[in-house]
């Protein structure tokens, strides 16, 4: 059967779900949201409490452009807090929890409400940006910023809503006359489903690269939570691509995969009824998919995940009873193929993420995403004895890269160029070594020369970043990965990060997909990957 065929029976089937309202699982899904439930994990608690009273400094070497000093042991405690008025307290680590705090009062009688304003802030610019009027691309409503009204002193108060911080402000925004009070306690309880720490790194690891882990490895903590969060700060919620990185890196530290196994089985009872993924899924405030958001490149690395799974557990079972949402993945995508042997991007619409890079053309990575995905899935067909199933793919894998090697690759210039306009891009040299379009010695050479072109389209984030060292690793260029590691992510850090990035430039601090940067996330899933290179690989990292 040729692509076309292929192609064109799998619409067919795709087509008479739809039409006729029939659900690829219906009778599946019940079963897996039991075991997704049954497995939900367990939240560890910490209590804490600030380490310093800061005072905000404004200051142009600072990432972007200010900076906290710190003024000491916090002492408000016992002061009457209408002369206190407004304080900024550190926490001294990026933290996700609960807040809670206690008042009284120190004379007279509570004559009326007292209104206190509390911010949150991952970054110091974060809390010395004005917010209003608005101009972010995202809700509003994810800042955090919390008013509370007191009509009652002399009692514990917890804000309802999860924080996820470093910083405090707390400002005094109305109060009576009548009365004198403090705010005489305050803890927050930080949670996560990380558990202690599995791989410890070598003694001959270097300090620099030794606290790059550290910071990576808060990073990936923080975002787990009763599932692996995308950012603990904002989107609350489970991405598959997003999974697939955490659960790399999760290996080579908290090796939590109990967790990684419950994130899997909520993808699979929440598929759509054609039996595709939704590109993400919430357990907070009800379980359940956004509807809507299709991302094919995050539906085949979902296929990924779950074959890292099975070699980190050896747990059959699920891999099993998982397969045919693998498979499902997989005949949706070649629904995209043409007859020449080409993903087609243009086939329907369709959500392809790569990067956030404005003008980046993704059809030569979208090729190599196809393989690597054709590749892990039968991979997983294998160790599970069902190749028979799906005996096609390697043909497919041979004929694809063949067509890719045609369509993209420049054997005169060695490089990857994409599109109807030959755009080099890093991503495209990265996903075609990825792929094994390219020999890891024409990968390295691909690398150099774009890396050497002024006009490449260079990665804009953390996610994107991940695939390039991925690649340098591929095809031995181990120096240069290091360097490129210690470079990228050791700039967050020397930029003050304690957690790292959702956006990262380092020739542009205020780089944000959303046209405000406060809302970027300073915590988030995409960027915990070091600890996986850090101990993947020790003969390069760790000496």
Not at 92 to 100: E, K, P, V
Not at 325 to 348: C, G, L, S, W
Not at 385 to 409: F, H, I, N, S, W
Request: proline share 5%; glycine share 6%.
């Amino acid at each position: 059967m040729n692509l076309r065929t292929l192609a064109a029976v799998l619409l067919s089937v795709a087509s008479f779900t739809l039409l006729y309202g029939q659900d690829y699982f219906e009778s599946s899904k019940p079963g897996w949201l039991e075991i997704a439930r049954s497995t939900t994990p367990v939240l560890h608690e910490e209590i804490l409490r600030p380490v310093a009273a800061v005072r905000a400094v404004q200051d142009p070497s600072a990432f972007q452009g200010w900076r906290y000093e710190s003024l000491g042991t916090p002492d408000f405690h016992a002061k009457n807090f209408k002369e206190v008025g407004e304080i900024t307290l550190d926490f001294g680590r990026h933290i996700t929890g609960y807040f809670s705090f206690h008042t009284k009062v120190l004379n007279n009688s509570q004559d009326a409400p007292v209104k206190l304003k509390f911010m949150f802030g991952e970054l110091p610019a974060e809390m010395n940006t004005p917010l209003d009027p608005w101009k972010g691309t995202l809700s509003r409503g994810w800042m955090q910023d919390e008013i509370v009204t007191l009509t009652d002193m002399d009692e514990w108060v917890t804000l309802p809503r999860r924080m996820s911080f470093r910083y405090l402000r707390i400002e005094l925004l109305g109060s009576s006359a009548g009365f004198d009070f403090a705010i005489d306690d305050l803890f927050f309880k930080a949670v996560s489903s990380a558990g202690e720490n599995q791989v410890p790194l070598l003694e001959t690891c270097p300090e620099e690269i030794r606290e790059i882990a550290r910071v990576s490895e808060a990073t990936l903590k923080e975002c787990m939570q009763t599932v692996f969060e995308d950012g603990p700060k904002r989107d609350h919620r489970l991405w598959s691509g997003d999974l697939y990185l955490q659960s790399l890196a999760n290996r080579y530290s908290f090796r939590n995969f109990e967790l990684v196994k419950h994130c899997l089985y909520m993808f699979a009872a929440f598929a759509g009824e054609n039996g595709v993924l939704w590109s993400n899924v919430y357990d907070f405030p009800k379980w359940g998919p956004q509807y809507g958001s299709y991302c094919l490149t995050y539906c085949l690395i979902w296929n990924s995940t779950l074959l890292e799974y099975l070699k980190d557990t050896g747990d059959y079972q699920t891999a099993t009873d998982l397969w045919k949402v693998a498979k499902r993945q997989i005949e949706d995508a070649m629904t995209y193929m043409r007859p020449d042997n080409i993903f087609d991007i243009n086939a329907r619409p369709v959500w392809l993420f790569f990067d956030h890079r404005a003008g980046l053309d993704v059809n030569a990575m979208m090729q190599a995403a196809m393989i690597f995905a054709l590749k892990d899935t039968y991979e997983l067909a294998t160790m599970i004895g069902c190749a028979d199933e799906v005996k096609e793919y390697p043909a497919l894998v041979k004929a694809m890269t063949k067509a890719a090697r045609k369509a993209y690759y420049d054997k005169d210039k060695e490089i990857v160029v994409s599109g109807p306009g030959a755009q080099v891009s890093i991503l495209s040299q990265t996903w075609m070594i990825k792929a094994g379009v390219l020999s890891p010695k024409e990968g390295r050479k691909a690398i150099v020369n774009a890396l050497a072109d002024p006009e490449t389209l260079m990665p804009s984030g953390p996610y994107a970043t991940h695939y390039l060292i991925d690649a340098m690793m591929i095809c031995g260029m181990h120096e240069q990965a290091r360097e490129y590691l210690v470079d990228y992510w050791g700039g967050m850090v020397r930029k003050g990060a304690d957690t790292f990035w959702e956006c990262y430039d380092p020739d542009d601090d205020m780089l944000t997909p959303y046209s405000f940067f406060p809302l970027n996330s300073a915590c988030h899933a995409w960027s915990c990957t070091p600890t996986y290179f850090i101990g993947k690989y020790p003969e390069v990292f760790q000496k």
